[in-house]
């Protein structure tokens, strides 16, 4: 028996392809991070992971405690770390007891973090996060610098790293300026006697914008799972798609030309067609949009656009599934966890017929979509756009 109506399937050549075009542009000496957070972008953490591991992937990256704790529990080797600080100490506690790598944001992250793992006689390894302009979490210059002030304990603590995140890595200026504040304040801590190791700075875009940035450790996500950044930038890798996602048509029936579809009947067949049923939703992603203010007023025309080409119904802005080699549009309102895809009524497909999802696209931090293009086998090309996620493109 299939246990499964939807699952996402891994095609480890293709990740293991992603690593070696991330890692050929690497210097020997670069450590690469790989970020897997949020379920390694929604494709499955545990799994990549495990992928990556056994290629020689030995340092990884996620946001929370939950998502470390659970490749810990799974048996997961790697090295992991935070990505972003730990709010109790009921959380420190956790977090160092399985050894897992801190990010330090703030004095009140050090003082816990010393003082914990003192207490429970646990070398933690840390790095610390530099704010230099994203306008998240980390040191201010001046704070970083009273921590060499502090009286606490720090025989357990390893400061091993030292961190920023960039906040537009398209603009060279931004970035350069985020950059100079960054090495600024490595060097007034170096002068005062706190050498760090491994300094990081790079994401996708930076890692493949700015190599002078590659740094110590390069932090990586998007490129790994096969996906460009949006916007301009070099296309010089040669990325595969590892993960599908797929389902399987879990009802079939035939409707009239002019039957309606959905909640507040929205879409009216035009011919006799059949209507599968897929067991996927808007909980699952599919149709769902980040709904984040547009970045500027070209940006939200693009976006007016987008809403106004679906509207019309335009092939290429419907979310299309591919089901024996076809591609068919959802159609009407998108359920909770079910959608409705309209196939021709002479194509044949059967309930339990596998149909594969788009989820092939990356979200900008400008929130625009990248309709990612795939050949479907008469050789057109067909967009496929649907499935996104609600965590940030970097
Ligand atoms: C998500 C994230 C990354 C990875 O970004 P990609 O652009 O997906 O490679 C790196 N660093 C931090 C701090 C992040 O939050």
Redesign the pocket.
Known sequence: MTRYNKWIEIDLDALKNNLQQVRACLEDRVRL?A?I?NNA?GHGALESAHILYQNGVDFF?V?YLEEALELKQSGFKGRIML??PLWNEGEYTEAIKNNITLTIASLKDWEKACHLSARLHMLTAVHL?IETGLGRFGFSREEVLKLLKEPYDREYIYIEGI?T?MAQ?HNENYTQKQFSLFEHICIELEEAGLRIPVKHC??????IKYPHLHLDAV???????GQY?AGKLPHFLELQDPYKYKCRIISLKNLKKGSKLGYNSTYKIKSDARIAVIPVGYCDGLALEVGNPPSGFADMLKLLGKIVFRYLNIPRFNFNVKIRGQYFPVQGKVFMQMALVEIPKKVFVQVGDEVELPIKKTLTAKNELRLYTSENEAGKKSHGAGVTYL????
């Open positions: 991070i970020v957070k972008y990256a946001s990505l972003a996060k961190y995140h890595a790079a994401n996708s875009t930076v890692f932090r990586i996500g998007t490129l790994l799972t950044p965590t940030e493109g970097e």
